[in-house]
């Protein structure tokens, strides 16, 4: 199976306690947030963390559509739920859209 990689950065409140927090909550992420992940077409998803700056890297299968994800998540009440509750530990980057969290990374080298 092809996929594809897409690669975001957000960034947390840099207080430890809510880092701890949210590192706790990524632990357990509730199983409609996974599934509405899996059901995008999103095969891998890995977060890193460097200070208070996150990282995610994704997979995704032929089908999935960043728009198409972005609906599905906004007409799915228990999505909504989680993150407005991510809300309370992440933080916009300065340049970001009002509401916008993840920002795509913009590649700038590949060897």
């Known amino acids: 199976m092809k996929t ?3 690669y975001y950065a957000c960034d947390l409140k840099d207080d430890a306690d809510l880092i701890a927090e949210y590192e706790k909550y990524h632990t357990e992420v509730w199983p409609e947030v996974l599934k509405s992940i899996k059901d995008a077409g999103i095969c891998v998803m890995e977060i890193y963390r460097c200070g ?3 990282f ?3 997979e995704t299968t032929a089908d999935y559509d ?3 994800k972005k ?3 906004l007409n ?3 999505v909504q739920e989680w993150e407005d509750l991510m809300w309370k530990y992440q933080q916009a980057l300065p340049f ?3 509401r916008e969290k993840w920002i795509v990374l913009e590649r700038i080298f590949s060897l």
């Open 4 to 6: 594809t990689r897409h």
């Open 52 to 54: 208070n700056r996150l």
């Open 56 to 58: 995610m890297i994704m």
């Open 66 to 68: 960043a728009e198409r």
């Open 71 to 73: 609906q599905m998540d």
């Open 76 to 78: 799915n009440p228990k």
């Open 96 to 98: 970001a859209k009002p």
